[in-house]
T-cell receptor, first 112, second 115 residues
Framework: EDQVTQSPEALRLQEGESSSLNCSYT??????LFWYRQDPGKGPEFLFT???AGEEKEKERLKATLTKKESFLHITAPKPEDSATYLCAVQERGGTASKLTFGTGTRLQVTL | DTGVSQDPRHKITKRGQNVTFRCDPI?????LYWYRQTLGQGPEFLTYFQNEAQLEKSRLLSDRFSAERPKGSFSTLEIQRTEQGDSAMYLC?????????????FGSGTRLTVV
């Protein structure tokens, strides 16, 4: 069974203080690893898809990287508007495996 | 197109009552998914449709739950004889069959509270 573990559970940063969120995964064959952002009371918002080890993607202050066992979401010089829960999910290759298996998320708070 | 729409946004019901939620996906998306999310947890897969066919159901989806997508457009999720453990956010998402790499587009969810 696919497993996704995210750490830390919660992270408090000061504005401008860079850090990284971790997503460790176990899947029999990885089709894709997804990062989402979720604000309170809203559905997850898509950020990135990574497909193979060594791949990197960037969007504004966020950069996602992927190895064979984990992914990192690097946040450079965060701003208060980056405060949200960041979810990682994996999609297994093959069959009717269209579903995503999510981790429990990292709650990020960025203060002034 | 304004994205994935879910209705209602909030629902409070008494234990034992039936409830039905509606999801309108992005019009050109032929895949539709239902997920459930409880506080502090990530979304958990319930079921998915490709067009009008329900192709996969999670074992989380007990026989009190039923989902339909009658014409391959909107979908409904019904919970019969609700229990307090059904209290959660029910999320709908849609995507294109071809892998665009953009993942799913989620709606804002329906928050169910069973009292």
């Amino acid at each position: 069974e696919d497993q996704v573990t995210q750490s830390p559970e919660a992270l408090r940063l000061q504005e401008g203080e860079s850090s990284s969120l971790n997503c460790s995964y176990t899947v029999s064959g990885l089709r894709g690893l997804f990062w989402y952002r979720q604000d309170p009371g809203k559905g997850p918002e898509f950020l990135f898809t990574l497909y193979s080890a060594g791949e990197e993607k960037e969007k504004e202050r966020l950069k996602a990287t992927l190895t064979k066992k984990e992914s990192f979401l690097h946040i450079t010089a965060p701003k208060p508007e980056d405060s949200a829960t960041y979810l990682c999910a994996v999609q297994e290759r093959g069959g009717t495996a269209s579903k995503l298996t999510f981790g429990t998320g990292t709650r990020l708070q960025v203060t002034l | 197109d304004t994205g994935v729409s879910q209705d209602p946004r909030h629902k409070i019901t008494k234990r034992g009552q039936n409830v039905t939620f509606r999801c309108d996906p992005i019009s050109e998306h032929n895949r539709l998914y239902w997920y459930r999310q409880t506080l502090g947890q990530g979304p958990e897969f319930l079921t998915y449709f490709q067009n009008e066919a329900q192709l996969e159901k999670s074992r989380l989806l007990s026989d009190r739950f039923s989902a339909e997508r009658p014409k391959g457009s909107f979908s409904t999720l019904e919970i019969q004889r609700t229990e307090q453990g059904d209290s959660a956010m029910y999320l709908c998402a849609s995507s294109l069959q071809t892998d665009t790499g953009y993942g799913y587009t989620f709606g804002s969810g329906t928050r169910l509270t069973v009292v």
